[in-house]
């Protein structure tokens, strides 16, 4: 598996799948996660209606699959990280779940190719540094590693590329 760092705009990137860092409700939000449904469109929304009527939204840690409507990728998946209180209440754990859940999810489907945002460190404030770091590690720490061609962490700001440059050239 390679591991590739890119600072740009993750609707814009063709591969297998991209990671929506969604809330609970599924019919997108802010940062990411409105780029994301203004570029995939109509049927980006009603496959979300659809999981969100089935299953009433996506809990924190969890992950659901999506058709990628008008973006280059061809599925969505969507994963709701967590809010960060102040690390008391599970919150590392929480964001490491997004990530081995959105994995879990790829594998299913066949997935070679797979491209992350920065999960939880807009408006859910979680810690930029700790959430790179869960990120990186939780995804070296994935079995079967070699299931994966490769993963793709992208950074819309140059602080977040600049951190998961600094510990990905650690290693």
Not at 23 to 37: F, K, Q, T
Not at 127 to 140: F, G, V
Request: some cysteine; hydrophobic content about 40%; proline content about 3%.
């Amino acid at each position: 598996m390679t591991i590739e760092l890119i600072k740009g705009d993750i609707t814009t990137l063709a591969v297998d799948a991209i990671v929506n860092a969604a809330n609970s409700s599924l019919l997108g939000g802010g940062g990411v996660d409105g780029a994301i449904h203004r570029k995939a469109g109509k049927a980006l929304l009603e496959a979300c209606i659809a999981i969100r009527n089935k299953q009433s939204g996506c809990a924190t840690g969890n992950a659901v699959i999506t058709t990628a409507g008008e973006l280059p990728a061809k599925y969505v998946i969507h994963t709701v990280g967590p809010v960060w209180q102040g690390g008391q209440k599970g919150e590392e754990e929480l964001l490491a779940r997004c990530y081995r859940n959105s994995l879990a999810l790829a594998l299913d489907q066949g997935i070679k190719t797979i491209a992350f945002p920065n999960i939880s460190t807009g408006i859910y404030h979680f810690p930029k540094k700790l959430a790179a770091a869960i990120a990186i590690q939780t995804i070296r720490d994935f079995n079967p590693r070699d299931a994966f061609e490769r993963v793709v962490f992208i950074c819309f700001d140059e602080e977040n590329y600049s951190l998961y440059q600094t510990l990905l050239n650690q290693e």
